[in-house]
């Protein structure tokens, strides 16, 4: 079965500063990944997601994310984060496009002044 | 793009009554739809995966007979929760996947039910 792990719970950085969350999955065949962000209280956005091709994933938000299979990990990145980025982040996984997705534990970013 | 709507988005009921959410899917045809389960600063864990017109696949762990799931139309599933407990008090999304959606899944915006 697919599973998701992000290794870190919380992660804290300064605004302006770069951010990388990391994200590592578990799935036999080659996988559909997903981020999501979700703030306090309100459902999910989609920040990007990867089916196939481009290995470097651009989304919204300037968020970017690098699917590395030898390493079995789709890291979320950003070169300058604002505060309006604090939220929690979710990596997930899924069989196929419109199968369903199961979802890491979360990252909770947290954005110093 | 396409859209999934949730109501209601705040719920409260009495302990041992039931409540019904519903999830539409307000321009496309959601052949699949998905709910999960978001206890606070929790995951989301996938509750089950519904197909119109046929019963719902429910995972490990998921009482079938407490979480009525219904699928009955292509823009429209509920979640029954029967005789609920406070236990039951958390955040439920549903997402909806279909042909027209180009097979990208949509999340509702979620619900919010706190039993009391």
Redesign the interface.
């Known amino acids: 079965a697919q599973s998701v792990t992000q290794p870190d719970i919380h992660i804290t950085v300064s605004e302006g500063a770069s951010l990388e969350l990391r994200c590592n999955y578990s799935y036999g065949a080659t996988p559909y990944l997903f981020w ?1 962000v979700q703030s306090p ?4 956005q ?1 920040l990007l997601k990867y089916f196939s091709g481009d290995t470097l994933v651009q989304g919204i938000k300037g968020f970017e994310a690098e699917f590395k299979r030898s390493q079995s990990s789709f890291n979320l990145r950003k070169p300058s984060v604002h505060w309006s980025d604090a939220a929690e982040y ?1 990596c997930a996984v ?1 069989l ?3 199968d ?7 990252t909770r970013l947290h954005i110093l002044p | 793009g396409a859209v999934v709507s949730q109501h209601p988005s705040r719920v409260i009921c009495k302990s041992g009554t039931s409540v019904k959410i519903e999830c539409r899917s307000l321009d496309f045809q959601a052949t699949t739809m998905f709910w999960y389960r978001q206890f606070p600063k929790q995951s989301l864990m996938l509750m089950a995966t519904s197909n119109e017109g046929s019963k719902a696949t429910y995972e490990q762990g998921v009482e079938k007979d407490k979480f009525l799931i219904n699928h009955a139309s292509l823009t429209l599933s509920t979640l029954t929760v029967t005789s609920a407990h406070p236990e039951d008090s958390s955040f439920y999304i549903c997402s909806a996947t279909g042909t027209a959606s180009g097979n990208t899944i949509y999340f509702g915006e979620g619900s919010w039910l706190t039993v009391v």
């Open positions: 999501y209280g309100q459902g999910l989609l979710f899924g196929n496009r419109d369903k997705i199961i979802f890491g534990k979360g």
